[in-house]
């Protein structure tokens, strides 16, 4: 009874939180003056708590929405365990939910349309793990996985963000379009403190508080690089846009190839539609001046014979111009049309548009510009504002500055990792392993300069090692450098006076660092990340540099640098963005005062250990080609895996000479064809496949060939004296190109490699793993942590994700992490039993049942799946000793029985599945049985109300220990304390210590007064149908024609028979006490809900009605006069 009360307390609950917060916003929203802001994508609202985390199990958001955008941010905010985002994808209104590393996405069915341009009001609430949306009084709940209290010390966004990407949850990339009205989260009225600037609240943008007439988002084009990519424009249709710009050339759209295309662009302040088809150039041109900083109108079409071209200004002047093609026909254009710029592949390429565009269409059918920013197309942005104020759009990305310039801006994309014009394209890296450097000689230095500047990003797990020195002569008369000494940065710069700099942020981490140094005249500013120093030399300064060396220098040049580092080491690691005053080196090489020897790329860890490949799925590495001819040659590496055959490695050509190692039932062995001859050699060592690490080692020479596994070395004389593997070197598997039917049979069997491999030397040259699998699909450049680890235990299966892994325990009847953990053990008692109720009903078209247990009983029912459908369930219930499981599904039945007794009270398992029409069963972790259905199509399993643990077959209910039970996923036996659990008394946690007294004989009731388990045919009801039930509606068992009572949705349906046993009074006395108690409750709840309601004002007698009426008219009239003299806006948008 408390845990019935318990559930419906917890139901009511989160009634109250979502309706007492309709009933209060009803009242709100009628009020005068109702707070409301317009969003156009370049606004949001940003709040910050300014009080101590608060840790609460409610939720309570609403709102009214009005918007006519597919797509965008609504609301958000993260905890450091939680996260709501409530946003507009794909015209309908979705809130996504996660607790921890689970998700729930919640949205109404039937395609619930938002996108209407009408108000729509949207209720949240939240109690503990139960979730409920309601939108126009259409409500859908649902249960979070997983909940714990929620921390709230984090930001909230409304509207929008400042990087969309980067908010976990976030499924639309695009801010919000559209209007809201009185949003408030949990009593916080937001928008109204938002607009009195309240504590905490900043806006970002130009937000307009008023609903008027939302227009299509203008976008900004910030590059002469920017662009974006639409759908083709064809013949006799009309292309409309509006432009404003300040700059006088640049190319506003451009469709077609290098012989035909079209083209609009701004040539020298006058617009130009240009048609050209098979090298013959058509031109029409209009205006002067249209870089003026004002919103032009053009139109442009093109048919079979002419182009025509109408500009439209601010004041209604139209200027027309038109031309026909010399010969006659369609241009059969079928490239998409580039907006902003042409493509850079194009030889026709030319500066792009810079400045804004609205209202574009083709044959008056309007395209919102707005919704193509959801790809983030590098310089283009929502929004349009002056020029002269560009930097307020954002152009830039990750995180580089943006400088502001007449009519223009620039981007400084100092040590962010990136380049170009809005710091949108990755800089290239480059490796120094020891040997490698870089080398700029300057010709003619500069003996005066004014100023130097130096900027570079580096990353290194060395703790000493030379990042830059540069000197002015090979005699080291005045010079500079950057190096590492004993993981921290320290800095030596020697302008006849030496000034020592030493940072304390330790930078041997592996991670990115940035270095800034300046000197202006005499002074000098340095910067490490976020830490900075300065100084002034009195005298000064002079410095005309003519060697930079990175990472090292030439070995005749070495010497006499190395002899000024304190280090004396060269770099181990990576080098980019390097900008010598203005001067990019990297992007530089090539150039006939650069020299290097390093390799592209970032692969910084160049010890054997770290040099790993992790193959997670069904791939290969390839590598250099082994050199190998005639001569000794040895290959050693190190490997780990559970795979008990595999192939490993393979170097050669199939059809010629090859080499091959592999794995057979935990055995190494390595096979070696030369000519026609083939000779296998075996390692000592079987059990290879244990997940450990293990070294290989592998020689070749004319007349002896060796294999060397974990120091325990197998050789065999060769003597063929003639060998050459022209082949590729592959490590994990062979490609799909390869004739894998010439190998051996194990080899085609297990043609790929899953685990890990690491430290590949050939010939005493470490083989680059991490360049090879960089990019590469399926490995990973880290063992720990991945499925190549094989990190699952007890038979869990890994799945890996993009940066993690994740175990699927279902099955293993283990739990965790890593499924290390014992699923939780319950004892039931003599009449105990659990009941789990689904909240989130659903129909499957897979099933997936694994339960665990022991007892000493021979007859009970042990678990029941029960639907909206009777004639539809999963029963599983002990028979005569043994388990039998049934399931009836559609017009199906599958029928399964252990081959042996469980009642010996040690464990027995069943797992179930269910893959639509195929179904397989297993007991004991034996033998799997699969079967199919006779259904055609999807077969689905009805709608899943209750989930049921013990429960009367037989008029026996189950009693012993249930180790571990899991249907799809739920395990209600995990957390018994869930609202939606009820568990009667008897029901013991944690322990199966004390052992169930064995019960084989039924107990006596009413109905079947001496049933005998071992002859079906005593006492119970004979019926010509097994499945019909009998005439007082209980359910009767095909084999033994022994009377089941019917499950009763209540839990004391599980007691009913012990119960009705003992007293004939007992049971209806409790009810009736259950009964009143109930009524109490609602009544306490009922009456407490109308005080605190009459308090809040939502509860109002017949006079508040009437005034409340009375301010409704006035307000309705207040606002029609308000949009008879609304003016247009003057102001323009941009972020």
Known sequence: MFYFIRYSLSYLVVLCVVGSSQQQNQHQFIEYAATVAKFQASEYIKYTAQDDPIVSKYDSLSFRIKTSRTDGLVFYYKTDNFFMS????????????????????????????????????????????????????????????????VRYNKDIFIGGGESLTQLDGVRSQLNFVGCLQQLTFNKMKMLKD????????????????????????????????????????????????QFKTSYPDGIIAFTGTESTYLSLELIEGSLVFTAQKNGEKTTAQVGSNLADSNWHSLTARYDTTTITLHIYGDVGD???????????????????????????????????????????????????LYTKLVTQPPGVVAGCGSLDEACSIQPCYHGS??????????????????????????????????????????????PKRERDSISLRFRTQAENGLIMFVTTDTYNDKYMYFEILESKLYVIVHYGIQKFFRLEPIVSDGRWHVIVFNRVGNKITLRLDNTEDQFTFRDPVEFPYRYAYLGKAPENEWRNVMRMTKSRQAFDGCLQQVKFNGNDLITLMGAANIFTNARQGCKFQETTDQQVAAFIRSTYLGLPPWAATNTSSVLKFNFRTRESSSLILFHGDVEADYVAIVLEGGVLKTTLQIGDGSRTVSALMPGLNDNMWHSVLLEITSQIFILEVDEMPMQQPLSESNFDFTGGLYIGGIPENVNSSLLPYGMQANPYFLGCVKALIVNDVIQDLLQAGNGKSGVRSECEGTCAAYPCQNGGSCRQMENQFDCLCSGSFFKGKTCSEEMSKVRFTPGSSLSYTLYEHKTTIRDDLHIKFKTTDSFGGLTQIETGDPNQFIKVVIKDTFLELTMNIGQERVFARSPSPVNDDTPHTLSFWRRNTAVSYSFDGGEITRSSLNSVGSLEFGVIMN???????????????????????????????????????GIVEGTCDITPPTTSKPIVTEGNPDPDPEDPDKGGNDTDNPDDPDENGNEVDPDSKTTAPKPISDNNSTQQTQVKSKSSLGLPFILLIAAGGFICILLVVYGVSRFARRRQGVYKTNEDKRVEDQQ???YDKLTMHEEAFELPSKRELYM
């Open 194 to 241: 938002a607009k009195a600037d309240g504590l905490g609240y900043s806006v970002h943008g130009r937000l307009d508080w008023m609903c008027s007439n939302i227009q299509y988002v203008p976008v900004t084009f910030g590059s002469s690089e920017s662009k974006l990519e639409l759908d083709q424009w064809m013949l006799n249709r009309g292309l409309s846009l």
């Open 1112 to 1114: 409704r008219i006035e």
């Open 401 to 446: 500055v943006c400088n502001q310039e007449m009519n223009s801006f620039t981007c400084d994309c100092t040590g962010t990792g990136y380049e170009g014009t809005v710091c949108s394209e990755e800089a290239k890296p480059l490796t120094f392993s020891g040997d490698q450097y870089l080398r700029q000689l300057t010709s003619f230095p500069e």
């Open 947 to 985: 989930i049921r643990l013990s429960f009367p077959y037989n008029s026996m209910q189950f009693s012993g220990c249930i180790l571990g039970f899991d249907y799809n996923g739920i395990t209600p036996l995990e957390d018994t304390n869930l609202p939606n659990i009820v568990k009667s008394p």
């Open 318 to 368: 139209v200027q027309e111009d038109s031309a026909r093609f010399r010969v006659q026909g369609d241009f059969n254009i079928r490239s998409p049309l580039m907006l902003g710029a042409a493509d850079e592949s194009s030889p026709l390429f030319k500066s792009g548009y810079r400045g804004c565009i609205r209202g574009f269409s083709i044959q008056q059918e309007v395209i919102d």
């Open 86 to 149: 409530v946003e507009v994808v794909e015209t309908e209104l979705s809130l996504n939910v996660g607790f921890g590393t689970s998700q729930q996405l919640i949205s109404l069915e039937d395609n619930f349309f938002i996108c209407d341009n009408e108000w729509h009001t949207v209720h949240i609430g939240r109690y503990e793990s139960f979730i409920t949306l309601e939108i126009d009084g259409s409500q859908i709940s649902a249960q979070l996985a997983n909940p714990t209290p």
